[in-house]
């Protein structure tokens, strides 16, 4: 509490993450005096009322949000639409992503089909393209089943990209594994 006005910090997730089983110290400001509608979507508090937005969430509620990594706001991204988790789709399905006009970033995707117990990944299904104001993503939806479509960024002067966020899609139907996309597109020259 700050001036009497609640905050919300984390300052496990701010000092850095895991990798290979060891801690790696890597501060992130991001989850500091965080806003409350932000980290709702990676942590729900035991007590409803530490959610500190109105009206709380239920767990359920949280859950079919999309969790978006703290590097999809160090881009200057804004919420996705649509805005839940899990998606169900016949055969396609269509994404955008808002950002500030004066940021320059990059997004790439990949999109991943559980093939029985094994995942494939599957090329020349995603379609990434910029505008002025927004990323449109569009999905080709080729085989019956469940699919996971991961999304990363960085600046444009970055030569790695970091997850952003993912969707589970749903599709109930089979169609002919045909890239329909073209190879070059207008959009994509023009503002790359």
Known sequence: ????????????????????????????????????????????????????????????????????????????????DP??????????????????????????????????SSIETIKLCDFIQKYDDRFEIDVELWYEGKYDLLLFGSKNSEHTSTSLFQYRIISPINQSPVCKFPLQYAAYSRYN
Not at 87 to 93: I, P, R, S, T, V
Request: net charge positive; glycine share 6%.
């Open 83 to 116: 805005d839940c988790s899990i998606l169900h789709a016949k055969g396609n399905c269509h994404v955008i992503v808002p950002f500030a006009a004066d940021q320059k970033q990059h997004l790439s995707a990949k999109l991943e089909y559980y093939k029985g």
């Open 1 to 80: 509490n700050i001036k009497g006005k609640g905050y919300l910090i984390d300052s496990t997730w701010g000092a850095g993450s895991m990798k290979d089983k060891a801690f790696s110290k890597s501060f992130t400001e991001y989850y500091f005096c965080i806003d409350p509608h932000k980290l709702i979507r990676s942590h729900y508090p035991e007590e409803r009322k530490w959610q500190l937005i109105e009206p709380p969430l239920a767990k359920e509620q949280q859950n079919s949000l999309l969790h978006l990594q703290s590097e999809f706001y160090n881009l200057g991204l804004s919420q996705p």
